[in-house]
């Protein structure tokens, strides 16, 4: 019995990387977890994973872009499940060609409307249940990104993720009073799929260097097993051998 039996959690971008970490920290510690994402069959990966270890999870195939569907699975789980405890936000996108030279304004739409649009999407369906049970743990996914600007990630995905920054602090600005906590989670560079989409991936050796996904597990784990009284507005976190830091990182043929 971990510190979270009996509470109920939902994972968006849960099908891989942090959010597939994430959803097994938080069944490791006892959470029913409710698996989301575009992609069905990495969900039912996960969720057969989280139970061959003992926990307890499901799937709801979901696209973050969809507010109606976004709300109905919320409303199926206050049916089903009693409500819901944790939020995690963490279903992300980025375009290889993100320059601002080169980024063009569907793509620069496409990444905003799922970083930005669709962790809204999220808060605004789960809301109305926490305000109701007086307490609830948000987690949303940001990045090192999202407080440093970088000519790596581009503009589009840099103003989503500061912007969701933003929104977490707005977040506990309104919502403290009723009991309802967010924390902006900030990470590196970690070793996840998506750093395949650069414009020029990172070696393997690169990639051991960086944070893993289980270090961003554990860390959800930490934040939604905080007491209740208690809000870790932020977390930055990055790897020891920190690219930004050093000047090693490479965008089109040139060292950053």
Known sequence: MGNLTGRIAWVTGAGGGIGEASAMALAASGAHVVLSGRRLAQLQRVAAIITDAGGTAETAQLDVVDAEATQGIADDMVARLGGIDIFMANAGINVPNRAVGAITPADFAKVVDINLN?????????????????????????????????????????????????????????????????????????????????????????????LQADDLGAMVRYIAEAPQHVCINEVLISPTWNRSFVGVVELGGMKL
């Open 118 to 210: 669709g962790v809204m999407n999220g808060v605004l369906a789960v809301l109305p249940n926490m305000r109701n049970k007086g307490a609830g743990t948000l987690i949303l996914t940001s990045s090192w990104a999202g407080r440093h600007p970088s000519r790596l990630t581009g503009p589009a995905y840099s103003a989503s993720k500061h912007a969701v920054v933003a929104l977490s602090h707005s977040i506990n600005q309104d919502e403290g009073v009723n009991g309802i906590r967010c924390t902006a989670l900030m990470p590196g560079e970690v070793a996840t799929p998506i750093m395949q989409h650069r414009p020029k991936p990172p070696s393997a050796e690169d990639l051991a260097k960086m």
